[in-house]
């Protein structure tokens, strides 16, 4: 066999091997996320197929002197600390840790949301009284959200990022095995061309105006 057909066989299992294993790595590690971004892609673009009935819960509560003169000192803007939020959620049974609190008038108010769920607690500081307020928009809604990253805090926001740039290797090696192996399946580039396609001329013709 000549050298440089020999080379080139080898230069092509050796590609082969090597996109074929960082294709299954990487299918691996993002399944989660691309089915997470797959199911909710759909339960986002039909949210009245998926509405479901809020759950409310209120709850009212007193603070003790002590407590209230501390809250005052808080400044706008900043995280209440870890002692004060323990002594927080001990009188209201509201858990506001790493919350960030925004004072003015004498009133202030922690956003407690998180992914499906909206809350918050206001606190009279004058008045020493504390209202607590969340709505249970279900499972649906909570995944939706963990779609958009919303509420959902920086560690879920950084595993997105991770979980972006594993779907882009994933489709990049994709791309590499079908170009390996065009040659014995021709219908691989009119497929891959219609894949590219069909979302740009629905774009031109049905969204963009």
């Not at 993002?30 to 479901?52: I, R, Y």
């Not at 709850?59 to 803007?77: C, K």
């Not at 509201?94 to 009133?107: D, L």
Request: proline share 3%; glycine share 8%; charged share 20%.
């Amino acid at each position: 066999m000549p050298e440089k057909a020999h080379h080139k066989i080898f230069s092509h299992v050796f590609l082969s091997r090597h996109l074929r294993q960082w294709h299954w790595i990487s299918s691996a590690l993002c399944l989660a996320f691309m089915l997470l971004f797959a199911v909710t892609g759909f339960t986002l673009n039909h949210p009245t197929l998926f509405e479901a009935e809020p759950k409310s819960v209120v709850r009212e509560s007193e603070i003790s002197q002590d407590l209230s003169d501390q809250l005052a000192e808080v400044e706008d803007g900043s995280v209440l600390p870890a002692e004060l939020a323990s002594a927080l959620q001990d009188e209201t049974g509201v858990n506001a840790a790493g919350r960030t609190a925004v004072v003015e008038y004498g009133e202030m108010t922690i956003d407690l949301a998180r992914p499906g769920v909206d809350a918050y607690l206001a606190i009279d500081l004058e008045g020493q009284f504390a209202s607590y307020e969340s709505t249970d928009r279900g499972v649906i809604a909570t995944l939706n959200d963990l779609h958009k990253g919303r509420d959902a805090g920086l560690v879920w926001g950084l595993l997105i990022d991770l979980s972006a740039f594993v779907i882009i290797l994933f489709s990049l090696t994709g791309f590499g095995l079908l170009w390996l192996q065009a040659r014995g399946r021709a219908i691989t580039w009119p497929l891959t061309g219609l894949g590219l396609i069909i979302p740009v001329i629905a774009y031109v013709l049905f969204v963009h105006v």
